[in-house]
């Protein structure tokens, strides 16, 4: 099945200052990566997703940047603010007409220093 | 977007009690629903694929007749914990996506969560 690692666990930056988060995922299958934001004791909520015939998608200060042959993918959060604070989780999965779960990563705890 | 919703929010039960979570997608019909298991500070762990009408799917490493699941209708499925005991205390949240709606790359959205803590 798939399997996902990501890194850093944990990251520190000042606020104003670039994020970047790293992924890797095993099955070449997969074709669907979303990356998702989670407070302290709330949902998951989706931030900005890619999919594998697309490199890299932008929406405002978030980037996201897909390399299919090494099977890795990024976040970047610019002009990083303290709301931006948040545990932030990669996710790979196979989408066709059926209904495939989401395989996590072990999430990012990003702090942003005010 | 697609709403989906938990109950309830948080149970507190006594060791060797059963607790049913709901897991409700309230503005459209999933055939399929899956079940993650959250410890604190840590990763959402998939449980099960939950299939209306049919038997749900277990990962590999998650007790079938422990974590009852029944998905009888096309927005409701159900998680039981049977004979819970504290190490089964855990964030449980749902998840969903509308397959009739957007196409096969579109949101999975996920319920509040429940948290479950066993004395």
């Given at each position: 099945?798939?399997?996902?690692?990501?890194?850093?666990?944990?990251?520190?930056?000042?606020?104003?200052?670039?994020?970047?988060i790293?992924?890797?995922?095993?099955?070449?299958?997969?074709?669907?990566?979303?990356?998702?934001?989670q407070?302290?004791?709330?949902?998951?909520?989706?931030?900005?997703?890619?999919?594998?015939?697309?490199g890299?998608?932008?929406?405002?200060?978030i980037?996201v940047?897909?390399?299919k042959?090494?099977k890795h993918?990024s976040l970047?959060?610019?002009?990083?603010?303290?709301e931006?604070?948040?545990?932030?989780f990669?996710?790979a999965s196979?989408?066709?007409?059926?209904?495939?779960p989401?395989v996590?990563?072990k999430?990012?705890?990003?702090?942003?220093?005010? | 977007?697609?709403?989906?919703?938990q109950?309830?929010?948080?149970?507190i039960c006594k060791s060797?009690?059963?607790?049913?979570?709901?897991?409700?997608?309230?503005?459209?019909?999933?055939?399929?629903?899956f079940w993650?298991?959250?410890?604190?500070?840590?990763s959402?762990?998939?449980?099960?694929?939950?299939?209306?009408?049919?038997?749900?799917?277990?990962?590999?490493g998650v007790?079938?007749?422990?974590?009852?699941?029944?998905?009888a209708?096309?927005?409701?499925?159900?998680?039981?914990?049977?004979?819970?005991?504290?190490?089964?205390?855990?964030f449980?949240?749902c998840s969903?996506?509308?397959?009739?709606r957007?196409?096969?790359?579109n949101?999975?959205?996920?319920?509040?969560g429940t948290?479950?803590?066993?004395l």
């Amino acid at each position: 099945g798939e399997n996902v690692e990501q890194h850093p666990s944990t990251l520190s930056v000042q606020e104003g200052d670039s994020a970047v988060i790293k992924c890797t995922y095993s099955d070449s299958a997969s074709n669907y990566f979303p990356w998702y934001k989670q407070e302290l004791g709330k949902r998951p909520q989706l931030i900005i997703d890619i999919r594998s015939n697309v490199g890299e998608k932008k929406d405002q200060r978030i980037a996201v940047t897909l390399n299919k042959t090494a099977k890795h993918f990024s976040l970047h959060i610019t002009e990083t603010q303290p709301e931006d604070s948040a545990v932030y989780f990669c996710a790979a999965s196979l989408r066709t007409s059926g209904n495939t779960p989401l395989v996590f990563g072990k999430g990012t705890r990003l702090s942003v220093i005010a | 977007g697609a709403v989906v919703s938990q109950h309830p929010s948080w149970v507190i039960c006594k060791s060797g009690t059963s607790v049913k979570i709901e897991c409700r997608s309230l503005d459209f019909q999933a055939t399929t629903m899956f079940w993650y298991r959250q410890f604190p500070k840590q990763s959402l762990m998939l449980m099960a694929t939950s299939n209306e009408g049919s038997k749900a799917t277990y990962e590999q490493g998650v007790e079938k007749d422990k974590f009852l699941i029944n998905h009888a209708s096309l927005t409701l499925s159900t998680l039981t914990v049977t004979s819970a005991h504290p190490e089964d205390s855990s964030f449980y949240i749902c998840s969903a996506r509308d397959q009739g709606r957007g196409g096969p790359y579109n949101e999975q959205f996920f319920g509040p969560g429940t948290r479950l803590t066993v004395l």
